[in-house]
């Protein structure tokens, strides 16, 4: 079965500064991989999605992916993070019908 | 567009009360699924569905029934809940088969005492 783990329950950063979110994946043939973020008492917004073709992906709020196939790796990353950038972080991936969720990066940008 | 609509935003329940989370979306998407929020577990699929008359099991369906008759609403019920139930649910739709992200609601809150 497909999966996604985010090491770090927790990632802190200086506004201003680059921030990466950390996801690796385990998939059997070409991964369908996504990124959402969650703010307070809401449901889910869509970030950006890797299917195939470059592996730098460019998304919402100026966030960017990058897709490494050798180190089964899809890291969230922002040049300068901004405190409003604050908030849970989910890596996803298809499994045929299925949108499988990692467990989730508290994102804390500090002023 | 409204998009995906949940109700109740919260509910509170006894152990072994039943209820029904509504669930509905104006997008004419064929998928819809159901996932429950627990801290440090990330979302877990319960039970989705690729177009009306058709559901399946996700990865934690035990206690959870759903039905699909028609494209635009997929009621998630409870037959008779229990304490480990408490938790955040969200609807979520999307095209089937496609790689379109899914579009959630913004959740129903449950209690079970």
């Known amino acids: 079965a497909q999966s996604v783990a985010q090491p770090e329950d927790q990632v802190n950063v200086a506004e201003g500064n680059p921030l990466t979110v950390k996801c690796t994946y385990s998939?059997?043939?070409?991964?369908?991989l996504f990124w959402y973020v969650q703010y307070p008492n809401r449901g889910l917004q869509f970030l950006l999605k890797?299917?195939?073709?470059?592996?730098l992906v460019k998304g919402s709020y100026g966030f960017e992916a990058e897709f490494n196939k050798s180190q089964t790796s899809f890291h969230l990353k922002k040049p300068s993070a901004l405190v409003s950038d604050s908030a849970l972080y989910f890596c996803?991936?298809?499994?045929?019908?299925?949108?499988?969720f990692g467990t989730g990066t508290r994102l804390q940008v500090f002023p | 567009n409204a998009g995906v609509t949940q109700t109740p935003k919260f509910q509170v329940l006894k152990t072994g009360q039943s209820m029904t989370l509504q669930c509905a979306q104006d997008?004419?998407?064929?998928?819809m699924s159901w996932y429950r929020q627990d801290p440090g577990m990330g979302l877990r699929l319960i039970h989705y569905?690729?177009?009306?008359?058709?559901?399946d099991q996700g990865e934690v369906p035990n206690g959870y029934n759903v039905s699909r008759s028609t494209t635009e609403d997929f009621p998630l019920r409870l037959l008779s809940a229990a304490p480990s139930q408490t938790s955040v649910y969200f609807c979520?739709?999307?095209?089937?088969?496609?790689?379109?992200?899914?579009?959630f609601g913004n959740g129903t809150r449950l209690t079970v005492t």
């Open positions: 979520a739709s999307t095209y089937t088969r496609s790689a379109s992200p899914l579009h």
């Open positions: 569905s690729v177009g009306a008359g058709i559901t």
């Open positions: 997008m004419n998407h064929e998928y």
């Open positions: 890797y299917i195939t073709g470059d592996n």
């Open positions: 998939v059997s043939g070409n991964p369908y």
């Open positions: 996803a991936v298809r499994d045929t019908d299925k949108l499988i």
